[in-house]
Structures are given as structure tokens and as C-alpha cells.
């Protein structure tokens, strides 16, 4: 099919956010303000913290400062995959920490059974489904890879992942049936401050906080508008964005990853292709996408491209790459030819930010004021809740068993400064899709990344 057709009347802005029912903007910060916890961020990581903040103790004041709109970013732009996944997959978890490791799948499924128990709780309508997720094989070799890391049930061979999912470039299968839920991320991101702002938290956005310094026996922080808040204790939860903490600036990269969204399907076309569970979907390649459906039955279809700027750049320009929805639109018509005709309505991207050990490291400074969690690259849905819990944990000073953990303890190596960083991000990239093309055979500079301890296998 002609992807120009397909993409013609697509929508440069991300789908989630388009929408008569986002919220009402708040206004920026004016003046000074006073809080016992200040928490930076209005994404998932700072929303997660500020409610779980207050209800651990409801008569704490806890501020939120966002830059710019609640879930704007990150949080409003992804695929909505809510994973219990704290490692960004399991073979990533057990690599890195494999003594810990079976802590660490507890608590990840503990974490997504508590994200859904306060979707409930809060009654936030953000289309949370339990449908857990398919990985399919595309390639000969990854059919072996897939089969010798299956359970005995979740295996699926061709005919069988078709049965669920009906696409000709399908070989196998597995279904992780109870690892992952699918939500409508900026609906969670909106009822998540909803719930915050009933509990007593003040939200304020347009109020980029540009510095925090000691001041006292707290930290006072201060914005881009020149207001300040004066906080026993901060939380950080800033994504991407230049890290406020200076010498975290080096353990995190932001990378842009893109999607598409299709018009709802018609039955006829929902019935060409099955999918009647639902499921989430992500392919086994080193340069993957992942789809799901909407609950209006549209298809999000993303991924396979991640994209670096030098110097660590994060500008709005980025957020729309033609050549890479060009990618996509034909990479999906491949995948669905019998779907040809289908106009996609929304195309946008957005930084993700990554670590070199692919989940989340966390930490505190200024003599412990302040905590952090950061590098959630792409896995951020379900793990900025744990993440959450982490920093109110540390920003208490008590032992648990969360802050007991390596994962915890220990930080990841830091990226090097450029041009480094970029020279290694491109041959990384490079030798990703090379990979790809032949095999899954992993070159040197592959197979020296592992010996590191900084390869990732999707």
C-alpha cells in the first residue's frame, strides 16, 4: 500500500492527549510555598509518589510541580502496556541480578496487582485490561529462542499465535497470560492526579523547577517563573529532563521512540484478523514494535526505531520523524496486509529515558532530602509505582525490603560524555539491526557490550 495515503490525514500529536476529556490546565506556581514533601514531575513516577505519600499519612503536605501539563510527556504518549516487570523482562532481570532475581518477580506481580486494586479504588477509568501479552516470532531463529524460553503452557507454534492473532509473518508465539494489562496511559496519568488532588495533594503545573539547593534543614526549590517551595523532602521524578541532581546527568540518555494509530477497525476488518483476546503484542527482533488495540478498537502500532541526538537534545522538533512513520506505516502493512486501506489518524513520538542496565536506578542526595528513580527506559507504566514506593521508602530513612535490594543499592554505569556516548549509541544501533538481518548473530561490538555487562537483548 501507499503509506503516504495511509498517513495523509494523521494527526501530529499524540492520540492519548487528543481528547475533549484531558482535564483543565492548573495554574503555574505564584510566590512561595511551604510542603513537607515537594515531588517534581507529573508523570507516573511523581503522580505514584505524591498519592502513595498521603496514604501512608494523610495529614503529610506534599506539593507537585510539573513543567507543564499533567502527563504531557512521557506518560501520556506510550503504548499503555502496564508490565510486572521491574527489569524490563525476565532473561534482562536474571542476567544482572540473578540471586535476587525471584524477589524481584514477586514484587513486580505484587506491584501490577496493586496498580489495578487502586485503578479500582480511585475509580479511574483508564480501560485497564488484564490481557497479558504475546511475543511473536518472525524469523526462523527466533523461533528456537522463543520455545526455549516458553513455560510449558505459553508456547505457541504458528498455527496456534495465529489463532489468536492472524498476521503471515507470524512463526510462533508466547502468551504471558498474567504479566502485563493494558490501560489508556494519559486516562491513568489524569485519574492518578484526581485521586492525588482529592487526598489532599496540591498540583501545580507550568512550574518547571530549574534548581534545588539546601536551605536550612529542607531543600528549597525553585522554578523558571521565580516562585520557590521550601520542602523537608523532595522526590524526583523528571524522566528524561536534564536530572537536577548534577552528577546523575551521565546515567541517563533520552531516546525518542515513535507510533502510529490507526482509525477503528470495521468488524469485517476486526474479524480478518482475530485478536479477540486482546492481547499485547510485541515482535522478538533486536529492533522490535509493539501494538495493541484501543478500547474503540483502533491499533497503536510502534516501536522498531529509537532514535538518539547528540548532546542528550530534547526539543519538540523531534517529536515528528516522517521518515520513521513512513517505516512503520509499511512495517504494519506487512504484518496485516488483509488490513490495506486503513488510514492511520494520529503520528508522534517522545524521549524515553534509558540506562545502561534498561530499568530503573534509584538513590538519594542532599544528605538524603532528596530521593530519585530514574531510567525507566520504556517500562515506566507499571514500575513507577514500585519506583514510587522506593523513594518514599529511602526519603523515610527506614530499612524494608525494598531498599534491602540490590537493584536498589547498586547504580548502573554511566554513559560517557559525548561524542562518545553517540559514536557508541549509533554502533549500538548499527549492530542491533545487523543483528537482525542475520540471524541474531551478535557481532563484536555486541559481544563486548554483554562482557561489560551493558548488552540487551529484546
Known amino acids: 500500500m501507499d503509506t503516504a495515503s495511509a498517513l495523509a490525514d494523521a494527526e501530529p500529536r499524540a492520540f492519548w492527549l487528543d481528547t475533549p476529556d484531558r482535564p483543565a490546565s492548573r495554574p503555574a506556581l505564584q510566590g512561595s510555598a511551604r510542603a513537607e514533601l515537594a515531588v517534581v514531575g507529573g508523570g507516573f513516577s511523581g503522580l505514584w509518589t505524591a498519592l502513595l505519600a498521603k496514604e501512608r499519612d494523610p495529614g503529610r503536605e506534599v506539593i507537585l510541580l510539573e513543567g507543564e501539563r499533567i502527563g504531557w510527556a512521557a506518560s501520556g504518549r506510550n503504548g499503555g502496556f502496564c508490565a510486572a516487570s521491574l527489569t524490563h523482562g525476565e532473561a534482562n532481570g536474571r ?6 532475581y525471584p524477589i524481584l518477580d514477586r514484587l513486580g506481580r505484587q506491584n501490577l496487582d496493586e496498580i489495578q486494586q487502586a485503578v479500582r479504588k480511585y475509580t479511574i477509568d483508564c480501560d485497564f485490561r488484564l490481557t497479558g501479552s504475546l511475543d511473536v516470532a518472525t524469523e526462523p531463529y527466533q523461533v528456537d529462542h522463543l520455545r526455549g524460553i516458553a513455560s510449558q503452557d505459553s508456547f505457541l507454534d504458528r498455527d496456534a499465535v495465529r489463532s489468536e492473532l492472524d498476521s503471515p509473518t507470524y512463526l510462533a508465539g508466547i502468551w504471558d497470560r498474567e504479566g502485563t494489562a493494558l490501560v489508556n496511559p494519559a486516562a491513568l496519568a489524569w485519574g492518578l492526579a484526581a485521586a492525588a488532588e482529592a487526598a489532599g495533594v496540591r498540583i501545580v503545573e507550568h512550574s518547571p523547577v530549574i534548581g534545588i539547593s539546601q536551605s536550612g534543614n529542607g531543600l528549597r526549590l525553585r522554578t523558571l517563573g521565580g516562585a520557590t517551595v521550601q520542602a523537608d523532602k523532595v522526590a524526583l521524578g523528571t524522566n528524561a529532563f536534564p536530572a537536577l541532581v548534577r552528577r546523575l546527568r551521565l546515567y541517563t540518555v533520552p531516546v525518542y521512540d515513535y507510533a502510529l494509530m490507526t482509525e477503528p477497525l470495521s468488524q469485517a476488518q476486526l474479524d480478518s ?12 527482533g533486536n529492533q522490535f514494535h509493539y501494538y495493541r488495540l484501543t478500547a474503540d478498537n483502533r491499533i497503536l502500532w510502534g516501536g522498531y526505531d529509537a532514535i538518539y541526538h547528540f548532546g542528550r537534545k530534547i526539543r519538540a522538533a523531534y517529536d515528528q520523524r516522517p521518515a520513521t512513520f513512513h ?49 525507566y527506559t520504556g517500562l515506566g507504566v507499571g514500575a513507577t509505582r514500585f519506583g514510587a514506593n522506593v523513594m518514599l ?19 548502573p ?7 562518545l556516548a553517540f559514536a557508541g549509541i549509533q554502533a549500538t544501533r548499527w549492530s542491533l539491526a545487523r543483528a537482525d538481518r542475520n540471524d ?19
Open 273 to 284: 484478523i482475530g485478536w479477540r483476546n486482546r492481547q499485547g503484542v510485541s515482535d522478538s
Open 393 to 411: 521508602d529511602l526519603l523515610s530513612g527506614e530499612r524494608t525490603e525494598r531498599t534491602e535490594l540490590d537493584i536498589v543499592r547498586k547504580k
Open 413 to 419: 554505569l554511566p554513559f560517557p560524555p559525548e561524542p
Open 95 to 100: 542476567d544482572r541480578f540473578p540471586q535476587e
Open 440 to 458: 541474531g548473530e551478535r557481532n563484536l561490538w555486541l559481544r563486548t557490550l554483554d562482557r561489560l555487562g551493558l548488552g540487551f537483548d529484546s
Open 327 to 375: 517505516k512503520l506505516a509499511e512495517h504494519f502493512f506487512r504484518t496485516f496486509p488483509q488490513l490495506e486501506g486503513l488510514a492511520f489518524t494520529h503520528r508522534w513520538g517522545g524521549a524515553i529515558d534509558t540506562c545502561t542496565r534498561f530499568f530503573a536506578f534509584y538513590g538519594t542526595a542532599f544528605g538524603g532530602r532528596a530521593a530519585y528513580a530514574l531510567g
